[in-house]
């Protein structure tokens, strides 16, 4: 069974930090390239991050410089540092494999910028 759990998100303050952690299990994860996604109130989900099996990473043009995404193959956790946080990263936030697959979408976790 594909399991993917995210934790982390919270309420933050602009320009405040969080790191978001996702685990995964029923998958070979260490063949796999691994994302990040985000979904807004009112919006589509949109692929904020990913990093391949060999710790390659890319970015969103509305999140580099200020996201990073790690993983360690051991545990089986992919990682989000966000610092610099704006009210625009407002969303909830989901890890998948890169390209996403339709079955793999887990619960996601909350991320609120706000004053």
């Known amino acids: 069974q594909v399991q993917l759990v995210e934790s982390g998100g919270g309420l933050v303050q602009p320009g405040g930090s969080l790191e978001l952690s996702c685990t995964v299990s029923?998958?070979?994860?260490?063949?796999?390239?691994m994302g990040w996604y985000r979904q807004a109130p009112g919006k589509q989900r949109e692929w904020v991050a990913e990093?391949?099996?060999?710790?390659?990473?890319n970015y969103s043009d509305s999140v580099k410089g200020r996201f990073a995404v790690s993983r360690d193959n051991a545990k089986k956790t992919v990682y989000l540092r966000m610092d610099s946080l704006k009210p625009e990263d407002t969303a909830v936030y989901y890890c998948?494999?890169?390209?996403?697959?339709?079955?793999?979408w887990g619960q996601g976790t909350q991320v609120t910028v706000s004053s």
């Open positions: 990093i391949t099996q060999r710790s390659i990473t």
């Open positions: 029923g998958i070979f994860f260490t063949a796999n390239p």
């Open positions: 998948n494999t890169d390209p996403p697959w339709d079955n793999y």
